[in-house]
Nanobody
Framework: QVQLVESGGGLVQAGGSLRLSCAAS????????MGWYRQAPGKQRELVAV???????NYADSVKGRFTISRDNAKRAMYLQMNSLKPEDTAVYFC?????????WGQGTQVAVSS
């Protein structure tokens, strides 16, 4: 059984930065592709960043050049460095495998960006 716990969200002004963390327990983290997802109010959850077991990365166009995903397999941790934040980045952010596993959704961490 895998448990994923997100942290690091908060309220920040536009142009600011935040670093999100995802702590994983259980097996399977190191060998699998992982991602950061977000869900804004009234919208569907979307995948914004992906990292493979070998640390290759891919990003949604909306965050490319501003967000950086990374992982530390030894610590079973994943991170999302978010720079140049915009009000449209406001959402609850989640980590999960890619493709996502329904049983592994955590509570997420709220990011709010004020204009």
């Amino acid at each position: 059984q895998v448990q994923l716990v997100e942290s690091g969200g908060g309220l920040v002004q536009a142009g600011g930065s935040l670093r999100l963390s995802c702590a994983a327990s259980g097996s399977g983290f190191s060998a699998n592709r992982m991602g950061w997802y977000r869900q804004a109010p009234g919208k569907q959850r979307e995948l914004v960043a992906v990292i493979t077991s070998g640390s290759s990365t891919n990003y949604a166009d909306s965050v490319k050049g501003r967000f950086t995903i990374s992982r530390d397999n030894a610590k079973r941790a994943m991170y999302l460095q978010m720079n140049s934040l915009k009000p449209e980045d406001t959402a609850v952010y989640f980590c999960n495998f890619v493709p996502s596993v329904s049983n592994y959704w955590g509570q997420g961490t709220q990011v709010a960006v004020s204009s």
